[in-house]
């Protein structure tokens, strides 16, 4: 059996695994540094990797945001993950599920950042001074772990569980709608799926948007004008399989779908 991954080979597994479509074991007990900063070790490992690639970086998303699945994995904090250019998927446009291994689907409220968030502590006020606007989003998760047996260290080293994402087309200020109380529904076809509202995440999705632009600064990865922040799921994950078509709709905010074949 051979030794404790480093940071390099446990990047190059699932680089590898995100390349071939095939999922790995999981690394948790794997790792050389078993912890926290090693897992964003893996994952800042990969993202370097990827930017010399020629990938474009386009913002972050937040995990983790629900205390249930926060609670299940023995954390008390989100995660985050990178959110590039070629993971973005047009409102209604067919995705292959060939481009994923094992996909889940959930609602959120996306930020786009309209001035660069540098402060070592951000407050609502900074944030709501920032955001240009909100979108209702679709995160179609993956994980490159097979099964989704998943714990904190895996879905950080492996960006978060990231896939892909979808934005809805009519943008919204935040003064006009209620980003904490607004009501989420997903639907597939005809049947509602999942539902929530905005304090389903972290009490209000600018609680999880303060905490990332905090951390992003942390990392030496700030938040800057034009990035995309995908907020945290506003109801439960749902498993997708082909021909599923699922719409979301966010009281004051809007519709966006999302179609797999």
């Known amino acids: 059996m051979s030794g404790p991954l480093t940071t390099e080979a446990a990047a190059a597994l699932l680089k590898a695994a995100a390349a071939g479509g095939r999922a790995i074991a999981p690394l948790r007990e794997r790792l050389a540094q078993a912890d926290p900063a090693g897992a964003y070790a893996v994952q800042e490992a990969n993202t370097r990797a990827w930017l010399g690639e020629g990938r474009r970086l386009v913002g972050r998303k937040i995990g983790l945001t629900s205390l249930a699945v926060q609670t299940q994995l023995g954390v ?75 714990r904190f260290l895996d879905t950080v ?21 209620d980003i904490t109380a607004c009501a989420m529904e997903m639907r597939r076809g005809d049947e509602i799926v999942s539902r929530g509202n905005g304090r389903a995440c972290l009490g209000s999705p600018l609680n999880a948007a303060v905490w990332l632009a905090d951390v992003m600064v942390r990392c030496g990865r700030p938040l800057l004008a034009g990035d995309i922040v995908l907020t945290g799921a506003l109801g439960p994950m749902v498993a997708v399989k082909s021909g599923d078509r699922f719409e979301v709709g966010i009281e004051g905010l809007g519709t966006v779908s999302s179609l797999f074949d």
């Open 76 to 150: 008390d904090q989100p995660d985050f993950g990178m959110l590039f250019a070629d993971m973005a998927v047009g409102d209604g446009e067919p995705v292959a599920l060939g481009r994923l291994i094992q996909p889940k689907v959930e609602a959120e409220v996306a930020l786009v950042i309209g001035r660069d968030l540098t402060h070592e502590r951000h407050t609502y006020a900074d944030l709501i001074r920032a955001t240009e606007y909100a979108l209702p989003a679709i995160e179609i998760v993956d994980s490159r772990i097979e099964a989704w047996n998943i």
């Open 157 to 177: 080293a492996d960006n978060a569980s990231s896939g892909l994402f979808v934005l809805g087309g009519r943008p919204r200020r935040l003064g006009e709608f």
